[in-house]
């Protein structure tokens, strides 16, 4: 139960995070760059990188730190959202509340990043 209200509570500061950064700093935004950098982040968290001893890593990182550095925040942000895809979510290991967290945690720290 605590971790369901946690996670709920991050998806609400998230969400509160972006409206916040769309009305603060609302920034002309290239649709066309923000969408290969959308889909190449999309590619990059479907396309984990084995370690060997049972754990795998998702390349995304690099890719988010780029958003941060070349879009404005509530741009970066929603890319970030946008683009966190999670294998499990799709084979439904995972509650909904969970995926969202997940999501928000990576806004959260996108906009705070950028």
Known sequence: MKGKFLGWSVVTLAGASLVLAAILEPGFVDLPQLLFWLALLIIADLLPVALGFGAQVSMAFPVLIAISILFPPSAAMVTAG?????????????????????????????????
Do not use: K, M
Not at 86 to 105: G, H, M, S, V
């Open 82 to 114: 946008l683009g966190a895809v999670d294998t499990r979510e799709f084979r439904r290991e995972i509650p909904l509340w969970r995926a969202l967290f997940n999501r928000a945690q990576w806004i959260l720290a996108v906009g705070t990043a950028s």
